[in-house]
């Protein structure tokens, strides 16, 4: 069966469902369906990146793009280069996920997301290119395109990224988790440029330990660190460097949902939240949508993906918006979420006030208890037509009242659904999580072993 494109593109096992075959078609295929004679790539620092990257560029130079080898780079970074220099670009990455899986993502000339339209555009392309598997059709000879490399590029991400800073950080002292990913060498840049402080962590990739026991999915970690370097904040991002968890001085976490409420409130008391509204997901926590309720500040919902997120702020003329996983996307500087430029944004939050971040997120928003488990099962995708799941949902929702919340989704990266519970305790959200996982294992089919 061939990938498709999921909620952050497509994903899959290095070399066993992600092959070199299919990079190489899938090349072709984007060089056919997106606009322009010249295509930037780039990857994270997984061993599979530069094998998976070098398919890719013969696919597209096979149809007589261009192909700039940016190096290792943010996928943030590779989209700002995008829209930079107003050309598509495609990322070797599979973000926060373990290191075997990779994936390859599409953007658009403008460094965003691409359309569903057009997914299915390159979809159907490389299922005609597979179906020929004759490879008909290509240029020869002077219309073959060019495979080039500009290391240089990266140091213009960083650029811009320094250049947004308008706040002294000097002076504060943060203890930086790069999850030995994308960010491990352009985090630190950054930082020491602004005069920083920092204690550097999970910076020496080795091709295989990326997100391993590190990073924003393992922000709790370094919270030991955070207290013994009397560290104003921790800053942790994931493989991609897309998404930014961040930890007070005492070692707390301070999830993408508290960060949201934070910059939004700031935001809004310096007049520059545009029409007094933000963009979630239907993630976030009931505490977030409280909190700005509470400040008349208005919030658009939408669907998983800080691509929807990013579209939706477009079509608001909105801001800010995210995740409470740290995708978080400020329009006025970023196509899409950056934790760099996220973890920027909170230093300067957290210099201007003079106040700890503990303080500033507790008085943000009051996270109400949430439990959220990752359920592998062998049929995500019956999730919707699973009766018997939904009545258990109903069920749930019935006991927990307007003092709670459900959600159920299918992922769009793994073969699992999430099972999301919010209640007044952490003792209800636990007790009704449990019962979900159950029956989605049952109805589902689970994919556990042993």
């Given at each position: 069966m061939?990938l498709?494109f999921?909620?952050?593109?497509?994903?899959?096992?290095?070399?066993?469902?992600?092959?070199?075959?299919?990079a190489l078609a899938l090349?072709?295929?984007?060089?056919?369906?997106?606009?322009?004679p010249?295509?930037?790539?780039?990857r994270?620092?997984r061993?599979?990146g530069?094998?998976?990257?070098?398919?890719?560029?013969a696919?597209?130079?096979?149809?007589?793009?261009?192909?700039?080898?940016v190096?290792?780079?943010?996928?943030?970074?590779?989209a700002w280069?995008a829209?930079?220099?107003?050309?598509?670009?495609?990322?070797i990455?599979?973000s926060?996920n373990?290191?075997?899986?990779?994936?390859i993502?599409l953007?658009?000339?403008?460094?965003?997301?691409?359309?569903?339209?057009?997914?299915?555009?390159?979809e159907?392309?490389l299922?005609?290119i597979?179906?020929?598997g004759t490879g008909?059709?290509?240029?020869?000879?002077?219309?073959?395109?060019?495979?080039?490399?500009?290391?240089?590029?990266?140091?213009?991400?960083e650029?811009?990224?320094?250049?947004?800073?308008?706040v002294?950080l000097?002076?504060l002292r943060?203890?930086?988790?790069?999850?030995?990913?994308a960010?491990?060498?352009v985090?630190?840049?950054v930082?020491e440029?602004?005069?920083?402080?920092?204690?550097?962590?999970a910076?020496?990739?080795?091709?295989?330990n990326?997100n391993?026991?590190?990073g924003?999915?393992h922000?709790?970690?370094l919270?030991?660190?955070?207290v013994?370097?009397?560290?104003?904040?921790?800053?942790?991002?994931?493989g991609?460097?897309?998404?930014?968890?961040?930890?007070?001085?005492?070692g707390?976490?301070?999830?993408?949902?508290?960060?949201?409420?934070?910059?939004?409130?700031?935001l809004?008391?310096?007049?520059?939240l545009?029409?007094?509204?933000?963009?979630?997901?239907?993630?976030?926590?009931?505490?977030?949508?409280?909190?700005?309720?509470?400040?008349?500040i208005g919030?658009?919902e939408t669907?998983?993906?800080?691509?929807?997120?990013?579209?939706a702020?477009?079509?608001?003329g909105?801001?800010?918006?995210?995740?409470?996983?740290?995708?978080?996307?400020?329009?006025?500087?970023?196509?899409?979420?950056d934790?760099?430029?996220?973890?920027l944004?909170?230093?300067?939050?957290?210099?201007?006030?003079r106040v700890?971040?503990?303080?500033l997120?507790?008085?943000?928003?009051?996270?109400?208890?949430?439990e959220?488990?990752?359920v592998?099962?062998?049929q995500?995708?019956?999730?919707g037509?699973?009766?018997?799941?939904?009545?258990?949902?109903?069920a749930v929702?019935s006991?927990?009242?307007?003092?709670?919340?459900?959600?159920l989704r299918?992922?769009?990266?793994?073969?699992a659904?999430?099972?999301?519970?919010?209640?007044?305790s952490?003792?209800?959200?636990?007790e009704?999580?449990?019962?979900?996982?159950?029956?989605?294992?049952?109805?589902?089919?689970?994919a556990?072993?042993?």
């Amino acid at each position: 069966m061939v990938l498709r494109f999921g909620t952050d593109g497509i994903r899959g096992v290095a070399n066993a469902e992600l092959t070199p075959e299919l990079a190489l078609a899938l090349g072709r295929a984007a060089a056919r369906c997106l606009s322009g004679p010249e295509f930037l790539v780039g990857r994270d620092t997984r061993r599979s990146g530069p094998m998976l990257q070098g398919a890719l560029a013969a696919g597209l130079a096979s149809e007589g793009a261009r192909v700039v080898d940016v190096g290792v780079v943010p996928t943030p970074g590779l989209a700002w280069l995008a829209a930079d220099r107003a050309v598509p670009a495609a990322m070797i990455s599979a973000s926060h996920n373990p290191f075997p899986d990779n994936g390859i993502k599409l953007l658009s000339a403008g460094g965003t997301k691409l359309p569903d339209a057009t997914e299915r555009a390159v979809e159907a392309e490389l299922d005609a290119i597979l179906l020929d598997g004759t490879g008909s059709g290509r240029p020869a000879g002077s219309g073959v395109g060019q495979l080039v490399e500009d290391r240089a590029a990266v140091a213009a991400y960083e650029d811009h990224l320094v250049r947004t800073v308008t706040v002294e950080l000097s002076g504060l002292r943060v203890v930086c988790d790069c999850a030995h990913g994308a960010a491990f060498e352009v985090a630190p840049r950054v930082l020491e440029r602004l005069g920083v402080d920092a204690l550097v962590v999970a910076a020496e990739p080795d091709g295989a330990n990326i997100n391993d026991g590190c990073g924003s999915t393992h922000a709790a970690a370094l919270s030991g660190l955070v207290v013994e370097h009397h560290a104003d904040l921790g800053i942790c991002f994931d493989g991609d460097a897309d998404r930014l968890i961040a930890l007070d001085h005492n070692g707390v976490v301070v999830d993408g949902d508290q960060l949201l409420a934070l910059f939004a409130i700031d935001l809004d008391e310096l007049g520059q939240l545009a029409n007094r509204a933000m963009v979630a997901t239907v993630m976030s926590n009931l505490g977030l949508r409280r909190a700005l309720l509470a400040r008349g500040i208005g919030l658009v919902e939408t669907p998983i993906g800080d691509r929807h997120v990013a579209d939706a702020l477009d079509e608001h003329g909105l801001v800010l918006g995210g995740e409470q996983s740290g995708h978080i996307v400020f329009r006025r500087e970023a196509t899409t979420g950056d934790g760099i430029l996220t973890a920027l944004k909170l230093l300067e939050l957290v210099a201007r006030r003079r106040v700890p971040l503990g303080d500033l997120a507790a008085g943000a928003m009051t996270r109400l208890p949430q439990e959220l488990r990752n359920v592998p099962v062998d049929q995500p995708g019956r999730l919707g037509g699973a009766a018997a799941v939904w009545a258990e949902v109903t069920a749930v929702e019935s006991d927990l009242g307007s003092s709670g919340r459900v959600l159920l989704r299918a992922s769009g990266t793994e073969s699992a659904v999430r099972v999301m519970v919010e209640a007044e305790s952490h003792e209800q959200a636990a007790e009704a999580v449990e019962r979900l996982v159950g029956i989605v294992r049952r109805e589902l089919g689970s994919a556990r072993t042993g």
